[in-house]
Structure formats: structure tokens, C-alpha cells
């Protein structure tokens, strides 16, 4: 899920790769709040199309405005909750529920109100804010996974270009340092606020 356009792709399109190339056919439903009936949704359905290759990828796009999601509280809570109704995921990607912008952190604070009992790992959005933290999950990225999110980040989003963190070097970096952390050369970061063990079996 994620607040706009690109956030999905941005925090966690490494991952989608990763695993739509491991499990062909894998099902991906994506929710995203702003940017319907614009060229944000256009481009919104061509870079998912290319994040999750192969997969069955279910994708809506509302019209709630830009920079308003808490005021749009029900609306926002009642596509999450017929997106509950409508899936059984095995894993939930959407935003932090401490990152700084309030679209992203209202969104990531509706996703346990509809899916109790699920795994949620809070992507991270890199912005002038300055909010990335402690990630407690990563996942780790082949070069080439990471090489090829960076470039289906620049082709699929045209809009988003012209914004001054909007480049090659703050996505490689950004995977560089978490890549550091987990061991690896390149990674995505998560955080996880609750986790269910089973550790019996």
C-alpha cells in the first residue's frame, strides 16, 4: 500500500522484484490513495507492471488529494478495509508509521485496524525530512535488483524527476547503507512493529 504514486515502488521495489522473479504468478494487490484519473495513475500502472513481472497484480488508485490523507481519514480507512476483504496476504509492504510525512504515516496507522494479523513491514521513503531510523527487517538486493529498481524508477516516473532527491545516487545510497547493515551490498530496510513467532514446530 501506499500513500502516492511512486511510494510503493520507492520503498520497496527492490523487494517486489525480488519476489515476483523467485515466485511467477505470485499474486501483488496494491492499493495507493492520491493520483486517480491523472498521470500519476498512468505512470502508477506501467512502473508496478514492471516491478512485479509475471505476477497477478491487482491494482487501484484512488482520487484522494495530495498532502490531505488525515482529513480524508474514512475514505482511506474504507479502502483499506475493502482491500481487506478482498485479500489474505501473506505480506503487507506500506509505510512507516513514524515517518514524517502525514499521508504515509496516516496510512501506515489504518493498516493494523483491518489486517490484525498479518506481517507489515513499514518501507522506508528517503526525503528532506530526515526521518529514516532503525530498521529492524532487511532484505537483501542483488546488484542487479538494485541497479534495475534505480531504473525503473527514473523511466516509469517522469512527474518526479525534477524533485532535487529524486535521483540515482539517493536510491543507491540509501540501499548501499542498509546493504552495510544486513551484510550485503545492497538491501531494503523495513521496520517491523509486530511480529508473531511460532517457534514450537
Known sequence: MGAHCDDIAIGAGGTLLTMCLARPGIRVDALVLSGGGSEREQEEQAALAAFCPGADLRLTVLKLPDG?????????????EELRGQTEPDLILAPRTDDAHQDHRGLAKLIPTAFRDHL??????????GDLGRPAAYQPLSPEIAEQKVR???E???????RPWYDREAFLGLARIRGI???ARYAEAF????LT????D
Open 191 to 194: 521496520a517491523a512493529t509486530k
Open 120 to 129: 507489515v513491514l513499514g518501507y522506508e521513503i528517503v526525503k528532506w525530512d
Open 181 to 183: 547493515e544486513c551484510h
Open 197 to 200: 513467532l511460532d517457534l514450537g
Open 152 to 154: 525503473l524508477l527514473q
Open 68 to 80: 490531505r490523507m488525515p482529513v480524508h481519514w474514512d475514505e482511506a480507512k474504507a479502502a483499506v
Open 156 to 162: 516509469h516516473y517522469p512527474s518526479q524527476r525534477h
